[in-house]
């Protein structure tokens, strides 16, 4: 859970090569809401973390941008696509899944629920199982702060990791400043410190508590 530009999407598919490489053999997914942030973010993040294009990493066997798949030399696999539609999440038995900005995801509860059925191991008992998420926060009441964060609903196998934009050293500093000059109340607590808070989504600072109000009906009387 981490603010915008803080490194959370890099952060991630660091701990997805990390799996791939020191687990000869296991089955790996990452999902980005939509496949357009799929060539967007996450391919062009693989290779900034590799240092160059993913081919041509010596590490890597195959990359089959059809099938958008990865082939490592010692035999671990990673797919990757997208959750415009949460039940395309179904499939094989898989080892481990990453899913970027998923707050962004329609139906995420759905995703989600598909997502824990799908961690059954490619191989029963050999390979560890996991899931893990990169984004910044959305709203409390939220699957993710429902499953991640509230302390009366959240699963207790988690565990979260948070920073905002001024713990990554590689932002220019204009950039922060600009970002902290714009955002204010509960955008800052999404988009520069990564926390929960009850504004909209972007730049419109909705919150639900304020702006919704129940609409009644009156006879008017002249």
Do not use: C
Not at 26 to 54: D, N, S
Not at 57 to 63: D, G, R, S, T
């Amino acid at each position: 859970m981490r603010g915008t530009g803080s490194g959370k999407t890099i952060a991630a598919i660091f701990e997805d090569v990390s799996w791939l490489l020191e687990n000869a053999g296991i089955v790996g997914y990452a999902f980005e809401p939509t496949y357009i942030m799929v060539r967007r973010i996450l391919i062009p993040a693989l290779e900034k973390l590799l240092g160059m294009p993913i081919q041509a990493n010596p590490a890597i066997k195959n990359f089959n941008r059809a099938d958008n798949r990865i082939d490592f030399k010692n035999n671990s696999t990673f797919w990757f696509g997208s959750l415009e539609d949460a039940e395309k999440a179904e499939g094989p038995n898989i080892d481990f899944i990453h899913v970027d900005e998923a707050r962004l995801i329609r139906h995420f509860d759905v995703a989600w629920r598909v997502i824990q059925r799908r961690l059954r191991g490619s191989v029963p008992n050999k390979y560890p199982l996991g899931a893990w998420i990169s984004t910044t926060p959305d709203a409390p009441g939220s699957v993710l702060h429902s499953f991640f964060e509230n302390p009366k609903t959240r699963n207790p196998n988690t565990k979260v990791y948070r920073w905002g934009i001024d713990d990554n050293p590689y932002l220019p500093e204009e950039f922060i400043e600009q970002i902290k000059r714009s955002h204010h109340g509960g955008l800052a607590e999404r988009f520069v410190y990564g926390r929960f808070a009850a504004v909209g989504a972007g730049t419109i600072p909705f919150d639900a508590s304020v702006h919704v109000t129940a609409v009644i009906n009156k006879k008017i009387m002249v």
